[in-house]
T-cell receptor, first 116, second 115 residues
C-alpha cells in the first residue's frame, strides 16, 4: 500500500516561534502532488500549501513553507511566527499521481498547539 | 464564489435506517470525492466521481454504501441499514477539470451518528 506517515502525533510551540511538522510518503510515481491541510476545531479542512513533485523549488505561502526532499520522500511543513490561530490538526497528503489527479492519501495527522 | 456545500451538517440515524448525505461542488468543479474520518484518525478515501460516472470506488465498502453524481443536482452518498461503526464525519471535496489545478477543496463535513 502506498502510505503517508506523520510520525509526530502532537507538537506544541510558543506564539511567534517556528515549528516544523514532518511527513514521509511512499509512491512509485515520478510525478505527483503533495499537500498540507489544516483542520481546526471547526473540523473544516483548509488547504495550506501544495508542492509539485517535478519542481525542485520548495513551495512557500506567507508564513508556511515546505522542505521537499524527493529522493528521501520527505515533505515537512515549517510554520514561522506561529499564531494562536494556527492551533489545529495538520494533515499531509499525496495525490495518486501519474495521469490521475484522483484520490488523496492522508497521513494520520499532527495536533499542533500554539501557546501564548 | 460559494465553497463546497454539504448537508446536513449533523445527521442522527438509528441502526437499520438509511443515511443520505449531499454534496454540491464549487462552481466550475466537475470532480467530486468522498472521504470518511473516524474519530482521532485521518481522512480515508471512499469514492471519486465525475458527472454521471464513478471513476474510482476502491475505498467504498462492498455492501450498503453507494454514491452518485447525477447530471443535475448534488452528489449523494447513501448508506443503507446503518450500523454503529458507520458513525463518522463524511467529507466531500471537489476539484476543477484535470487540465487545471489538482488540489481538492473540502466541504464542512457531515457528522453521522448512529444510535
Amino acid at each position: 500500500a502506498q502510505t503517508v506517515t506523520q510520525s509526530q502525533p502532537e507538537m506544541s510551540v510558543q506564539e511567534a516561534e517556528t515549528v516544523t511538522l514532518s511527513c514521509t510518503y511512499d509512491t512509485s510515481e515520478s510525478n505527483y502532488y503533495l499537500f498540507w491541510y489544516k483542520q481546526p476545531p471547526s473540523r473544516q479542512m483548509i488547504l495550506v500549501i501544495r508542492q509539485e513533485a517535478y519542481k525542485q523549488q520548495n513551495a512557500t505561502e506567507n508564513r508556511f513553507s515546505v522542505n521537499f526532499q524527493k529522493a528521501a520522500k520527505s515533505f515537512s511543513l515549517k510554520i514561522s511566527d506561529s499564531q494562536l490561530g494556527d492551533t489545529a490538526m495538520y494533515f499531509c497528503a499525496r495525490n495518486a499521481g501519474g495521469t490521475s489527479y484522483g484520490k488523496l492519501t492522508f497521513g494520520q495527522g499532527t495536533i499542533l498547539t500554539v501557546h501564548p | 464564489n460559494a465553497g463546497v456545500m454539504q448537508n446536513p451538517r449533523h445527521l442522527v440515524r438509528r441502526r437499520g435506517q438509511e443515511a443520505r448525505l449531499r454534496c454540491s461542488p464549487m462552481k466550475g468543479h466537475s470532480h467530486v470525492y468522498w472521504y470518511r474520518q473516524l474519530p482521532e484518525e485521518g481522512l480515508k478515501f471512499m469514492v471519486y466521481l465525475q458527472k454521471e460516472n464513478i471513476i474510482d470506488e476502491s475505498g467504498m465498502p462492498k455492501e450498503r454504501f453507494s454514491a452518485e453524481f447525477p447530471k443535475e443536482g448534488p452528489s449523494i452518498l447513501r448508506i443503507q441499514q446503518v450500523v454503529r461503526g458507520d458513525s463518522a464525519a463524511y467529507f466531500c471535496a471537489s476539484s476543477p477539470p484535470r487540465t487545471s489545478r489538482p488540489e481538492q477543496y473540502f466541504g464542512p463535513g457531515t457528522r453521522l451518528t448512529v444510535t
